[in-house]
């Protein structure tokens, strides 16, 4: 049983690294790109 438990943990923490994978791409995109807006609002 306790070796069943260990599996299924990191079962969904695989499909959650496979979601972080393409959500890390496009963060980097979009980080720059939000953060410049807002400055540049602030700055204005």
Known sequence: ???RGAA???DPAS???????????ATPEGSPTAMEHPVFLMTT
């Open 1 to 3: 049983m306790t070796v």
């Open 8 to 10: 299924l943990a990191p």
């Open 15 to 25: 499909p959650t690294t496979t979601t972080a994978s393409p959500s890390v791409s």
